[in-house]
């Protein structure tokens, strides 16, 4: 597997035609998060296509140069780097090294970004389902208490105050029951967060150095 297959994929018909064409479209970021848990990969492929949309909108000159080199090979080598920079330099002579890395540093920067605003609305409401989940709980936790000692000391109101009893233990055993499923999927969307950006950001990174060390 190539260091950005999972991230970048395209359809090469024929690797000649790719190149010639002036219609350069936008690079596809793939999906496959190549995750364990067949629920979690498809939490992950979520953001990860989220992740895609925000590189590919964005349409900086790095990108673009991705896209060319991956129309020139899926495995691209130095000769691949070296002749869709000098096929990038034809089409904007000003193109530098720097400018690519550049425009890919802006791409960390804002999936980072991204991942910062998807992990603050995951964990805001993680926090406050856990609060509404305490306090429900102290409340109940605390009436059980309460009618518990009212039969001790109200033995003519016993079969009142058991009854009483009986409903708000039944309503405490099913609090957790109440709240896991929301619970569950609020902290898997934060795990898939977590693990499609930083997927994207270790290629991203991977790709920085390769064309630092390939195009030298």
């Known amino acids: 597997m190539g260091i950005f297959d999972f991230l970048f994929e395209t359809t090469v018909e ?20 190549g995750l364990n848990s067949p629920s979690d990969d498809s939490d992950a492929e979520k953001f990860v296509l989220k992740f895609r949309e925000a590189i590919v909108n964005a349409g900086g000159i790095g990108a673009k140069f991705i896209k060319l080199l991956y129309e020139l090979s899926k495995n691209p080598g130095p000769a691949d780097y070296q002749k869709a920079f000098s096929i990038s330099k034809i089409m904007d002579p ?33 926090s406050r389902l856990e609060i509404q989940r305490d306090t429900e709980k102290e409340q109940l936790t605390s009436k059980v ?66 064309i630092t060390n390939n195009l030298k």
């Open 14 to 33: 024929e690797e000649t035609g790719a190149v010639n064409d002036n219609q350069q479209s936008a690079p596809v970021i793939s999906s496959n998060s």
């Open 145 to 210: 208490s309460s009618i518990k000692s009212s039969i001790q000391s109200l033995e003519t109101e016993l079969s009142q105050k058991k009854a009483e009893l009986k409903e708000s233990s039944e309503e405490l055993s099913k609090v957790d029951q109440k709240y896991q499923p929301e619970l569950t999927e609020v902290t898997r969307t934060i795990d898939a967060v977590s693990v499609a950006s930083d997927r994207v950001l270790s290629s991203i990174a991977q790709l920085k150095d390769e």
């Open 94 to 126: 000003s193109l530098s090294i720097e400018r690519i890395l550049g425009s890919l540093s802006e791409c960390e920067t804002m999936i980072s970004d991204e991942k910062s605003k998807y992990l603050k609305q995951g964990n805001d409401k993680k």
